[in-house]
Every structure is written in structure tokens, then in C-alpha cells.
């Protein structure tokens, strides 16, 4: 869990709770990602993961696995996957890489209410009957909680106006 002790930086807002403490929608963990990094040593962003040229793999929980039908390797996918280490009450954030505080929702930083984050990645090796996948590179922690798995498609994911 995160450590809710820590003193905020100069500007920053902390919740009084920790969202998703109470009852309401559950998440059902698909899988587990499996990576090189641990508190303290992971990249800050996936760019920095990519450049360590360190991969990572993606094991679905059994029942999970026929549903990898239809990927390729050397396909582009989008993988969500819940940051179960980050802490969840700030709103404002203050961190030392921008030129000031920022809201949550205008920084990719894994603090957040619902620590729900999201890599496109590229399938490296797939073993579709064991559900697993090897990808390119991901920056979470080892044995990171997996949410979902989404092809990427420049049809769809690629904003318009965009240049490529």
C-alpha cells in the first residue's frame, strides 16, 4: 500500500480517504505481468523501459488463455494493468520533473484514485495455449496485477490529426 505519512509537496492536495476503500464495481485480475523492476529501480516511463532493453512477460490466469486467439507476435497491443503499489489520495501533485503542481488527471503518474495504468506494447513471443505473452518492454513492478488486453489500431487509437 502506499505510505499515507509521507508530507505533501508545496501545493499538492491529499484526499480524506483513500478511493476504493468502500464497497462498489470490483476489478477481476486477468493475469499478472512479470517484469525486472521493483521499488526503487523501475523506469520512470515506458520510453526509459524500451531504452533498458529489458522485456517483460504477461501470464493470464489459465481460464483467461483462449481469449489470445487472433494476437500475433509483432502486434501492437494496449495492456491495463492496476498499480497496486501506488498510493491513491492525492489529487494535486507536485512532482520534481514538471515546472510546477499539476492535477492528477494531467500527469501519467501511476498516483491516482484508481492506480489503473496503460503501456502499448509490442508482442515479442506469444504462447497462446500457456497465456503467455512476451513484450517489448513495460514499466511496472514484478508481479504487477493485469486488467486487460486490447489490440492497438491506428483506425482507432490514434487521435485525428495526428502525424505518424
Known sequence: MHDRGKPPRPGEIVLDRVPGTGDGPRIAFIGRIR???GPGDAPRNLRQARESG???RI???PDYAPGLLGLEVG???VVFYWMDRARRDLIRQNPRHTDGVRGTFALRSPV????VSLATV???????E?????IDAI???DDTPLVDIKPWLPTIDVPPGADL
Open 75 to 77: 502486434q501492437a497491443i
Open 35 to 37: 517484469t525486472p523492476w
Open 122 to 128: 509490442r508482442i515479442t513471443g506469444l504462447d497462446a
Open 112 to 115: 491516482r484514485p484508481n492506480p
Open 139 to 141: 514499466d511496472c513492478f
Open 130 to 134: 500457456a497465456g503467455e505473452i512476451e
Open 59 to 61: 501470464l493470464l490466469e
Open 54 to 56: 529489458k522485456p517483460a
